[in-house]
């Protein structure tokens, strides 16, 4: 009953590199999330997709890509880390309808990136 | 557009003591509303959910909240707080009527417990 896993759970990388953050769920949820949080600042959504092959900008997408290959996998992209990229990443997944549990987030445990 | 205000960044109570946090959000429907808790390096966890049944709302570890719709609230509540409360609440309002998989996130409530 794994849910949303994340990797790696903590990163360093030094200015101008590249990385990929892993998300995975195993509930077949057709909704993925990626949110950063910064202290003080809340949640805020970087990008979503509503199913495989369909993603779209949240509110904070600069500095970022994502695809949706698979129901199951949602990888973030950064591709020329900034300082301004210092911060925790959350995935999370949702499935849409009216039954119980249906449209609430489920989050992973979060990744710490830390850019330098 | 929907929105979320979490009044206070900080709460302070002694253990046993009654918990209020909170949350005023903005939408131009009936909304779902969330209350989501972070304990320190850990994920975000629900708390409770509201979707216009039942104003109040009952959720895991003691923690209720009401709906009041006049008031644009969805404060959280719980009787007497625990040492294990101490952690960060987020208040979250759902997307659209044609899309409620999108959701908003309040800037957080850090509850501190002391002994």
């Known amino acids: 009953n794994a849910g949303v896993t994340q990797t790696p759970k903590f990163r360093i990388l030094k200015i101008g590199q590249s990385m990929t953050l892993q998300c995975t769920q195993d509930m077949n949820h057709n909704y993925m999330y990626w949110y950063r949080q910064d202290p003080g600042m809340g949640l805020k959504l970087i990008y979503y997709s509503v199913g495989a092959g369909i993603t779209d900008k949240g509110e904070v997408p600069n500095g970022y890509n994502v695809s949706r290959s698979t129901t199951e996998d949602f990888p973030l992209r950064l591709e020329l880390a900034a300082p301004s990229q210092t911060s925790v990443y959350f995935c999370a997944s949702s499935y849409s309808g009216v039954v119980s549990g249906a449209n609430v987030l489920t989050f992973g445990a979060g990744s710490r990136l830390t850019v330098l | 557009a929907q929105s979320v205000t979490q009044l206070d960044s900080h709460v302070s109570v002694s253990e046993g003591t009654p918990v209020l946090l909170r949350c005023n959000y903005s939408s131009s429907y009936s909304p779902s509303l969330f209350w989501y808790v972070q304990h320190p390096n850990k994920g975000l966890q629900l708390l409770l959910k509201?979707?216009?049944?039942?104003?109040l709302v009952k959720g895991i570890n003691g923690f209720e909240a009401e709906f009041k719709k006049s008031e644009t609230s969805f404060h959280l509540t719980k009787p007497s707080a625990h040492m294990s409360d101490a952690a960060e609440y987020f208040c979250v309002v759902s997307g659209s009527y044609d899309n409620f998989n999108k959701f908003y996130f309040g800037s957080g409530t850090k509850l501190n417990v002391k002994p």
């Open positions: 509201y979707t216009s049944a039942a104003t």
